[in-house]
């Protein structure tokens, strides 16, 4: 039996993206071929996974099965020991845990779902050992500390450029935590601090004291950030290959240093047998508009709804928002306030989340699904659901995206961050229903786990050869 050592930066039941969702399918189709997997992540904070006020975990580990696959947890305490910026990306503690999982597990394979939160000194601690090491990448972490490519301006990026001085303005500052953050660790490792202090805290405030925390860390933050461009690349160029699931990732990648050679391009598979049952559309006289996934900036929320709301208020049509509003409380706010203020906000429901064996159902009920995000999707897994389903979708002409939906043939693509495109595209569909069924009937068939798997076998079976060969560039042991 073989043995594959799965990573990634968070997984299920706390957190539940469509990274954690590839991971898991991924393992559970690999048990089935008669693979043992042990699937390895952390557990930081949604929101902010660069710090953690007061951690409600107290021990380094932890392990647990989760629906047949197991898990090792990387928790808080251990992941945030003597923390400093360049953790991120060169974590010794995490380095030095790593290396006793892997002579525990001892692991034929390791497959790197996502390695952040982890950092990249787990990619050097297997090879070290002579172990295969091979990626899956969902997002761009390896060339943009904040995964996405979006720079703080909204604008899209296409790399930091060797030495990363351009990510200054987009990560530095969130290697800090907000002032009240700050004040409730000072707090909490220095009780006293108010009680000794009240009349120099009352003097100069807490935002004096965070500014001179800020200033004392800026020049190490500024290097860490620097610095990062170069360690990752180098480190994307010892795994033995990097499956890509879009032809736009492995000419960023290309465009940013890492070798083409390593790039493999392996779209992702989805778990259709819940989703091709409700391939037909229920009744409804009116059209119907659907968001499902995150409800955060990057995702564009805020951009469907005002362009919902600037649809003729005739218009037949509703538009329903799945999702959870608490993930990210201050967007979720702007959501449900922009969408009872609106034009249209009548017909616009937030409805929540719901179980993901209800996809299906969900999508049966959606006649056009809306991914309006702001970043180079790779993918999203929501895209393929909905294909799997002959749901039509409209999209942001932008990524992996438009690798997927070919504009007018069975979707839509509408203009990066513009309302009124996103309006346009929505009243194509209202004012002609037969687009819709046009779009459906282009719709093919959609790729299954089973097939990716297949890929990643294929993968597998030359990094291992090549361990093997003597000659080949992909035998990279580090000292």
Known sequence: MKKVLLTVH??????????????????????????????????????????????????????????????HVIEEPLRLKDYEFSFEYKHPHIAKHFQSILDEFQPDIVHIFHAQNL????????RAKNIAVVASTTDFWFVCPVVQLKRADGAVCRGPKSPGANCLTCYTPKLFPPVGEFKEAVVQKYPAIEKLMPEAIAEIGWSGLYGLYVSGKAIPAALSTCRRSDVLREAANKLQAIMVPTKLMADIFAENGIEKERLHLVPFGIDTKLLTPYQNKTASDSVRIGYIGTIFEHKGVDLLV???????????TNLTIYGDLNQFPHYGKLIADKASTGR??????????????????????????????????????????????????????????SELIKHDHNGLLFELNNADSLKEMLAVVITDKA????????????????????DIERIYGQAQAALHSPNSKYAIVTN
């Open 10 to 71: 968070k997984f299920f039941p706390e957190h539940r993206a469509g990274t954690e969702v590839l991971t898991l399918k991924a393992a559970q189709e690999l048990q089935r071929r008669g693979y043992e997997v042990l699937v390895v992540t952390a557990n930081p904070p949604d929101l902010d996974a660069s710090h953690r006020a007061a951690s409600k975990v107290n021990s380094a580990t932890s392990d647990y099965v989760h629906e047949g696959v197991p898990v």
């Open 119 to 126: 950092s990249a000194e787990i990619i050097d601690v297997a």
């Open 306 to 316: 005002d362009a919902f709301h600037l649809l003729p208020a005739e218009a037949k």
């Open 344 to 401: 249209n906000a009548d017909k616009i429901r937030l409805a929540g989340t719901f179980p993901n064996s209800e996809l299906g159902s969900v999508l049966s009920s959606i006649d056009v699904l809306v991914v309006p995000s702001r970043w180079y999707e790779n993918t999203p897994l929501v895209i393929q659901s909905a294909l799997a389903t002959r749901t039509p979708l409209i999209a942001t002409d932008l990524g992996g995206m």
């Open 435 to 454: 687009k819709l069924k046009t779009f459906r009937d282009n719709i093919l068939p959609e790729r299954t786990v089973a097939d990716m798997v297949d």
